[in-house]
């Protein structure tokens, strides 16, 4: 049976986010554990902080394709528990990811940084609010993420070609 495929600009959206929240997770971890010394550390920083406003505008825009682009497809066929895991899975990703770019931008505004990657250093982000929760929802989202890869390897090996519903014809079971 062919399943549909979501359109273009939602393969583009999903994807392109995918690597630079990819990147900045992996950057994220390793700058909090950077000595204070590093000149890499604040280097890191800065990229994290323009990566994160660039996401911040992609997932911005992939929210309004949701509603303005072509229809989705409906989750390919499984168990009701299956399908419930799914849709909660992946809104839960869009909340908490909204979470943390929000957290990260209240950092940034509470510790007087204002939103240019430029003026970001280790040292300028203050002992914040929004710190500890940026803190937490990466960890969350990072579970989520795990959640998420998990059941597109189930479902890709076991039952359906979700991969190629979003234009990755490379394992394409057909």
């Not at 849709?87 to 770019?101: D, M, P, Q, S």
Request: charged share 15%; no cysteine; hydrophobic share 50%.
């Amino acid at each position: 049976m062919e399943q549909a495929t979501y359109d273009r600009g939602a393969q583009l959206f999903h994807w392109l986010s995918a690597l630079l929240i990819i990147g900045m997770a992996a950057g994220g971890a390793i700058m909090v554990r950077l000595p204070a010394e590093s000149a890499l550390k604040g280097t890191m920083y800065q990229a994290h902080v323009a990566v994160g406003l660039l996401v911040l505008l992609l997932t911005a825009g992939r929210l309004v394709w949701l509603f303005v682009g072509s229809k989705r497809p409906s989750p390919p066929p499984m168990p009701q528990w299956e399908k419930l895991a799914f849709v909660w899975n992946h809104r839960l990703l869009y909340l908490v990811l909204l979470a943390l770019l929000f957290s990260g931008v209240g950092m940034l505004l509470l510790s007087g940084i204002g939103l240019s990657p430029t003026a970001v250093s280790p040292d300028a982000i203050t002992d914040v609010p929004p710190r500890d929760g940026h803190s937490l929802f990466s960890k969350l989202f990072m579970a989520l993420f795990v959640m998420h890869l998990g059941g597109v390897a189930f479902y890709q090996l076991k039952r359906g070609d979700t991969l190629s519903r979003m234009g990755v014809t490379w394992f394409s079971r057909s």
